[in-house]
């Protein structure tokens, strides 16, 4: 069983920066989605970026939203996904949610199979107000 926690989300000022970590434990397998998508109040959820592993080759995508501005990165050694955040803009406030998806088909195209991934963490806030 896959389980994925999330640390690091907190309030900011606009410019700003935060890094989120997702600690994984139970995975098994060497191929995955895996990524971040977020959600605010009233709103649908969002992908914000994923990565796709199969063996060692990998892919990741952004979200035109947050291109440019944040970047994920996999350490392997801990079983950390990271999702650091700069330039934070008020419109960035929102639940943000780790997830994981074993079915790398899902993620083939895009953004695709993370915000409905298979396994997903209890989610960490980001607030970013003046």
């Known amino acids: 069983q896959v389980q994925l926690v999330e640390f690091g989300g907190g309030s900011v000022q606009p410019g700003g920066s935060l890094r989120l970590s997702c600690v994984a434990s139970?995975?098994?397998?060497?191929?995955?989605?895996m990524g971040w998508f977020r959600q605010a109040p009233g709103s649908e959820r969002e992908a914000v970026a994923r990565i796709r592993v199969v063996g060692s080759t990998n892919t990741t995508r952004y979200a035109a939203s947050v291109k440019g501005r944040f970047t994920m990165s996999m350490d392997n050694t801990k079983n950390t996904l990271y999702l650091q955040m700069t330039n934070l803009k008020p419109e960035d406030t929102a639940m943000y949610y780790c997830a994981q998806d074993l079915r790398t088909v899902r993620c083939i195209s895009g953004l695709d199979g993370i915000t409905d991934a298979n396994y997903r963490g209890q989610g960490t806030q980001v607030t970013v107000s003046s």
């Open positions: 139970g995975l098994t397998s060497s191929s995955y989605c």
